[in-house]
Structure formats: C-alpha cells, structure tokens
C-alpha cells in the first residue's frame, strides 16, 4: 500500500494543476475573443456596354523626329464652272529651331589656386565672398591632407570671367586659370 505522504503527495500534485488549469478562466472575467477578419479581393466585374473600350498605344518619342510637317490643303470651287474644284497644296516649312545651349558644357570658373593648408583655402574664399565674389572651396569638407581648390563662378559667360581676372589678381595676388566647370567634378 501507499503511505500516507504518497496520497497527501499526488493530491496536491492534482489540487495544483486544477488550479493552474481552472483558477485563471475563473477569474479572468469576460474573455474577449478576437477573430481575424479577412477581406476578400472582389472578382472582376463584368465591364457594361456603357464602358468605353480603351486602346494600348505605342509610346510616342518626343525627341525623335517626325515624318513630315502637315500640308495644308484648300479646296476652291469657280464660279464659271461649279462641277470643277481646284485643289491647292502649299507644304508649311518646318520651323527653325533655336539652338539648344548646354549649360553643363558652357559653364566656367576661375581657379585661384590648390592649397595644402584648408584653413588658408577657407580664409581666402571668404575674404572673397565679402569682395563679392562667389568663391568657393572644393571639395567643401576636406580631410587631413586634402588637396583644397578655391575657385570663383561658375559662370556661363567666359568674357564676364576674363573681366574679373585682373581684379582678383589685384585682391589675392593669385594668377587665376579660366576652366571649364563640370557639376560632377567641380
């Protein structure tokens, strides 16, 4: 037979596992069931009469040229003989274009100089700006090292440039170097 610890043993064992199974259900109160809802995607519906039909078209190339420019067509009748039209054609000429500039390719700038020292760049640079100037530094945040260019413009126009030279040799002391300036590599 079992000894009396064994049975008190194995009633406690039961005792606790009713009340960790049970006791919560008991006092949780209202339980709130949540339920994912799901939200079908419709089936097509049936397009009506009413619907207009659409037509998928080729992409149109605006930059491409085209065929021909439109003709003008005129239709006049006489008067003297009514059953007999004249018909006139006058082709239009396509319109002249203005040449496109390409300001990437047209910009200029005036290097004053490359300098070891970032600081000297910097002081230089702003010393022009309060000239009036528009000097800038390149690259803008140098690291211990870096090579630093000072640099006036851009500009679109050369001859504006070749103006200011004298100027600024007067104020820097520095021969400066007409550039073309190119965005990505300043």
């Known amino acids: 037979m079992s000894s009396p610890f064994q049975r008190r043993l194995v009633g406690t064992i039961i005792l606790v596992a009713i009340g960790v199974i049970v ?8 339980k709130k069931h949540y339920q994912e809802e799901f939200a079908s995607i419709p089936i097509k519906p049936e397009l009506s009469k009413d619907v207009e039909q659409f037509e998928i078209q080729e992409p149109v190339d605006f930059d491409a040229e085209l065929p021909g420019e439109p003709v003008e067509v005129t239709i006049e009748s006489t008067e003297a003989e009514p059953e007999k039209e004249v018909l006139h ?3 239009k000429k396509p319109a002249v ?3 496109k500039i390409d300001y990437a390719k047209s910009a200029w700038i005036i290097q004053l ?3 070891r020292n970032a600081d000297n760049a ?4 702003l010393k022009l700006r309060k000239q009036g100037f528009q000097a800038h530094t390149f690259p803008k945040e140098p690291q211990k090292g870096d090579l630093v260019r000072v640099a006036v413009g851009p500009d679109i126009s ?19 170097q007409l ?4 965005p990505l590599n300043p």
């Not at 006791?23 to 209202?30: A, C, W």
């Open 23 to 30: 006791l919560p259900d008991v006092f949780d109160g209202k």
């Open 89 to 91: 054609i006058v082709e």
């Open 97 to 99: 274009e203005a040449p």
């Open 113 to 115: 100089g490359v300098f």
């Open 122 to 125: 910097q002081n230089l640079a």
């Open 158 to 176: 050369k001859s504006d440039l070749e103006k200011q030279l004298p100027k600024l040799k007067e104020i820097t002391g520095l021969n400066g």
């Open 179 to 182: 550039l073309k300036f190119t």
